[in-house]
């Protein structure tokens, strides 16, 4: 994996500073898109697509990781980036399936009902998984991205390798 880039808004910020740490504790080449420090001004939307545009350009397999208070806001922003397939994950168990399942590529998490061990032990198994390539998951992720096809402007692209 390339890296791993985070952000947050100012709801999000210490969970955010937290969840950092032990990721790089477990080695892994944690990116923080901001913001650098607590504003209580700032909106999610800037840094959903400050680490949706990281994830899209990377020329490796780098993931994401989204923090807002309630963390629908971090999802929806992220999920209107052509190229962004992020979930909302409230347990290990939905981050499983969230990678499993869904190939994802941005986590999102919710600060105001996310405990930083709960935020941990999420994230690790988010980043853990593998994707399962089962038939059946590839036929609907495919689905997906004809109806995003259909419906969304590309904005960003994820290069070819």
């Given amino acids: 994996m390339d890296a791993i880039y985070i952000g947050s808004d100012h709801r999000g910020f210490e969970l955010k500073r937290s969840l950092s740490s032990f990721l790089k504790g477990l080695g ?3 990116v923080d898109e901001g913001p650098s420090s607590y504003d209580p001004d700032d909106d999610y ?7 949706c545009k ?3 350009s990377s020329k490796t397999n780098a993931k994401g990781i989204l923090i ?7 999802a929806r922003a992220a999920n209107k980036i052509h190229g962004i397939y992020a979930a909302l994950c409230s347990s290990e168990e939905s981050a499983k399936y969230a ?11 919710s600060a105001m009902l996310t405990t930083p061990d709960d935020a941990n032990k999420i994230a690790k198994a988010w980043l853990t998984t593998p994707f ?30």
């Fill in 132 to 161: 399962s390539g089962h038939e059946r998951h590839v036929r609907r992720i495919k689905k997906v991205k004809d109806i995003e096809h259909r419906h969304m402007k590309p904005v960003f692209h994820k290069p070819e390798a």
């Fill in 28 to 30: 892994y080449n944690v």
């Fill in 54 to 56: 990281k994830v899209l």
């Fill in 45 to 51: 939307p800037d840094y959903a697509e400050k680490v």
């Fill in 68 to 74: 807002c208070g309630g963390g629908n806001g971090m």
């Fill in 99 to 109: 990678m499993m399942d869904g190939d994802t590529n941005v986590l999102c998490l």
